[in-house]
């Protein structure tokens, strides 16, 4: 019994061009079904899910009536944009079949590493999974080279499970799992149940690259579980075409390999919290604010904050000092240091009439607090 899986509330699917097209004719909508109908009981038993799908270059190649796949990067481009319509067109028609919708995101790796549009598509997909909608995220294929030449769907999908604080990332592809070496090359290969994450063993097994029509073979896989374990998600590497895969891993049954992270969740973020040490501004607290963050390891409200100081945007780090100027905490402002002015001193729910709109109704939320 697999209870890190089991337990597991918000997961993100990654489904890989291998699997998503039936031997490179067109997008495999049996088995899209097939995903869709687990999703939806995942779905019911409370889950919370984050699709993220290749395939917009295979299905676009199928449309075109093209059988091999271009390498000129503006055929590969155009390929994908014509294949994303198709392929959002299905997931959208299957979720509708259990009437449930679907919501297309396009993402870069940039978008992601600028934190401006970091912040903006996280609030864009919590929103949407708290909707009881089902994202259904690829690259955007027509503004990116390398992730396209090199099929790095799966990069994507941990950085999503990064910015959906995923506890889960499943990796559905064309192999039961990951094995101890190449099973195109050696029929003698062995599954890898589980292992860790930050093993170095295995990157001498993931080391060949992916088949025709995906990219990126194990090793962008095990890349992917490393960065989702950054975030203290867990990471199943797991067949796509085994039968009823998603129930029984929900059902605990060991199927596939899990890769696990070495630090728990809350854990691992806050590490990462402390490792970041460029700050930005500085809020005074007022006494109760220190007591409620020491005592009560509550999130820092705006009412609680009598001065603020320097200028820092949405999303960066800012030093919290007590009456005395000790300083008490550092964590990750959700308000810019023009916005923390007009709301400090007020309630929560006065952010709203002042600032026009609401965000968050603290200033640092306690996952994103460190205690000094
Ligand atoms: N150690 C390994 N275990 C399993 N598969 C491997 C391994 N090394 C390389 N591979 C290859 O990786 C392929 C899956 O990657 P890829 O084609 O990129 O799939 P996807 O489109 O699902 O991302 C498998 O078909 C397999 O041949
Ligand atoms: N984003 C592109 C390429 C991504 C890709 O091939 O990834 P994968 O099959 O997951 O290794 C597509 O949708 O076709």
């Known amino acids: 019994m697999r209870s890190k899986v089991t337990g597991a509330q918000r997961w993100v699917v990654k489904i890989g061009s291998a699997l998503l097209t039936a031997d490179g004719k067109g997008l495999d909508r049996a088995a899209m079904g097939v995903w869709v109908e687990q999703m939806v009981a995942l ?39 014509i294949g994303q319509m198709g392929l959002v067109q299905a997931w959208e028609s299957s979720f509708a079949e259990h009437g449930r919708h679907t919501a297309q995101i396009l993402l870069t790796h940039d978008d992601l590493s600028d934190r401006k549009r970091y912040l903006n598509a996280r609030s864009t997909l919590r929103t949407l999974v708290e909707l009881g909608v089902v994202p259904v995220i690829n690259e955007n294929d027509t503004v990116v080279t ?8 799966d990069t994507l999908a941990a950085l999503v499970a990064n910015l959906v604080e995923a506890d889960l ?39 060949g690259t992916g088949g025709a029509l995906g990219r990126g073979g194990m090793q962008t896989k095990l890349r992917a579980a490393r960065l989702a374990a950054r975030s203290g998600a867990h990471t199943i590497i797991v067949g796509g075409r085994i039968e009823r895969v998603l129930d029984r891993l929900k059902a605990g049954e060991r199927l596939g390999t899990l890769l696990s992270p070495e630090r728990g969740m809350l854990a691992a973020r806050k590490q990462w919290l402390a490792g970041h040490l460029q700050t930005r501004g500085t ?16 999130s820092l409200l705006p009412v609680g904050v009598k001065t603020v100081q ?3 945007r949405r999303g960066e780090m800012v030093v919290c000092v007590g009456p005395d ?27 709203e009439s002042v600032l ?10 306690r996952d994103n607090l460190i205690l000094v």
Not at 173 to 197: K, S, V
Not at 325 to 351: D, M, P, T
Not at 356 to 365: D, N
């Open 169 to 207: 990332l499943v990796i559905l592809t064309d192999r039961d799992g990951m094995f101890d070496a190449d099973p195109r090359h050696n029929p003698e290969a062995q599954l890898i149940y589980e292992a860790r994450a930050d093993d170095p063993a295995l990157d001498a097994v993931a080391g």
């Open 310 to 312: 320097g200028s820092f």
């Open 325 to 351: 100027g000790l300083e008490v905490a550092r964590g990750l402002a959700n308000y810019s240091a023009l916005e923390a002015q007009k709301i400090i001193g007020q309630s929560s729910e006065a952010i």
């Open 146 to 153: 390398d992730e396209i030449r090199f099929g790095d769907n």
């Open 283 to 298: 809020l005074v607290l007022d006494a109760g604010a220190v007591q409620a963050l020491r005592q009560a390891n509550k």
């Open 43 to 81: 779905h019911n038993a409370g889950v919370e899910l984050v699709l993220v799908s290749s395939g917009a270059v295979a299905a676009g190649m199928s449309r075109l009536g093209w059988s091999k796949r271009p390498s000129a990067m503006n055929e590969l481009q155009a390929a994908a944009s």
């Open 356 to 365: 026009g709109y609401s965000a968050e109704p603290e200033l640092v939320h």
